[in-house]
């Protein structure tokens, strides 16, 4: 059996340097992921929050930052009560060119055994980064309901 | 065949600005798919027990399958065989499934592939290359009316798998 991980390849038809601007910055990410915003300098070391709709979902800490090649950070989950006692987690995000297009992987690894927060986030990064891809190629991201992904306290 | 045997090895879900009616028509027509798919043209009869096809540029089948179940535009299943000497016989069937439903002003495609015993991560690692490509550029063709020219180098770690299990490859 694989380990407990959740892994999205998707390629865009975008540069490397935009859609890492697009991974960093608020501007952006409030577009394509929910309304929500990224609270850190993205310096190695540093917190990080996403915050959405002024309330902080997620925290975590840079743990890599090559731009415009690699991102890390750690990731624990701050409101749900018994998905905020799991232990950190990690996200890395690869971009890679591919002829005329990026290749991102994104990889979320270091769940527990029977993690409620990997369903979760299972549900919600497809959507996301499939909003993100329609962004950067189309300019227009997706308007999914959060609702529509089925993650129990997430409407 | 009973499908209830078959566990999903592969999940894939991406998110379309579209119509659950035009994500139907790409899945299952070659107007669409020789644009997404690599120039592979979809030959789908759609009704249970029907032929499901998808043929090479040069012409020749590649997958060969059989529609299992057909719910227009919510649901397909279908038996997705590569068409390479002993295949079925040393993997079994490989069962894919398409399902299609709105979430809100989008569409949400999630695909599933599913088999009746254990497959190596190995032979997996074919369709965990190409799903993701097949299915970004389905997207990109629907939202912006132009697909992406993915290349893709052939899968060398299933290709070696394969033939080590006395599987014909190309």
New interface residues.
């Given amino acids: 059996m694989r380990k407990p991980e959740f892994v999205y390849v998707t390629y865009i038809e975008t540069t490397p340097e935009k859609l890492w601007e697009a991974l960093t910055s608020s501007e952006f990410s409030k577009r394509y992921w929910f309304g929500t915003e990224l609270k850190t300098d993205w310096k190695v070391g540093s917190p990080f929050a996403l915050v959405m709709n002024g309330t902080t979902m997620d925290t975590g800490e840079i743990l890599e930052a090559d731009r415009p090649r690699r991102l890390s950070y750690s990731f624990q989950h701050a409101r749900d009560d018994e998905m905020r006692n799991e232990r950190p987690t990690k996200v890395v995000f690869n971009l890679e060119p591919h002829g005329k297009l990026v290749k991102l992987t994104l990889t979320h690894e270091d769940f527990e055994d029977g993690s409620k927060l990997l369903d979760g986030i299972s549900r919600g990064w497809p959507a996301i980064l499939s909003s993100l891809k329609s962004m950067l190629e189309s300019g227009t991201a997706l308007a999914i309901p959060p609702s529509a992904l089925g993650i129990e306290g997430f409407e | 065949m009973n499908i209830d045997n078959f566990k999903p090895a592969i999940v ?6 579209s119509t659950p009616e035009k994500v139907w028509q790409a899945l299952t027509t070659a107007e669409f798919s020789r644009k997404y798919f690599s120039g592979f043209a979809i030959e789908a009869e759609l009704k249970v027990g029907g032929a499901f096809v998808a043929r090479a540029p040069d012409g020749s089948v590649h997958i060969n399958g059989e529609v299992i179940e057909c719910d227009p535009p919510n649901k397909l299943t279908i038996t997705w065989n590569v068409n390479w000497p002993a295949l079925v016989e040393k993997l079994g069937v490989t069962l894919v499934t398409y399902e299609i439903e709105r ?4 569409v ?1 495609l999630t695909l599933t592939q599913a088999h009746d015993r254990p497959i190596d ?1 190995d032979i997996l690692s074919g369709g ?1 290359q190409g799903w ?2 097949i299915l ?2 389905l ?2 063709l629907l ?2 009316g132009e697909a ?4 893709m180098e052939p899968p060398q770690r299933m290709l070696a798998a394969l033939k080590k299990m006395g599987i014909g490859t190309p």
């Fill in positions: 894939y879900t991406i998110y379309i600005a979430a809100g002003d989008a949400r991560d965990r993701p490509a970004s550029s997207k990109s939202e912006t992406l020219v993915i290349k």
